[in-house]
């Protein structure tokens, strides 16, 4: 059985820093391309980063560039986000998830096929 298991969110306050991790069991995902997204309540699910399977390809939101970091580190199965300079705009549930298709990034969340069962991050101003 597949199962994503995120970790890491909490209450901070900006301008501060977490980490999200996500750690993938049941089968291997070395070769899929690993993505982020968060929604927020009232909003639809929102992508914000992927990585692909070598971490030699990233992709972000506008939204969080230059302040989010995606890595994988897939001897542990286990695909990260560092968030830097958090913003209240950054509250939501964090998700990860694994594309489905092999190739390019995909940012729309249908082309996702696993899911973890998100993290909360809540930014205080």
Do not use: H
């Amino acid at each position: 059985q597949v199962q994503l298991v995120e970790s890491g969110g909490g209450l901070v306050q900006a301008g501060g820093s977490l980490r999200l991790s996500c750690a993938a069991s049941g089968r291997t995902f070395s070769s899929r391309i690993m993505g982020w997204f968060r929604q927020a309540p009232g909003k639809e699910r929102e992508f914000v980063a992927a990585i692909i399977w070598n971490g030699g390809t990233t992709s972000y939101a506008d939204s969080v560039k230059d302040r989010f970091t995606i890595s994988r580190d897939n001897a542990k199965n286990t695909v990260y986000l560092q968030m830097n300079s958090l913003k209240p705009e950054d509250t939501a549930v964090y998700y990860c998830a694994v594309q489905s298709t092999f190739g390019i990034i995909d940012y729309s969340a249908s082309a996702y096929a696993y899911w973890g069962q998100g993290t909360q991050v809540t930014v205080s101003s």
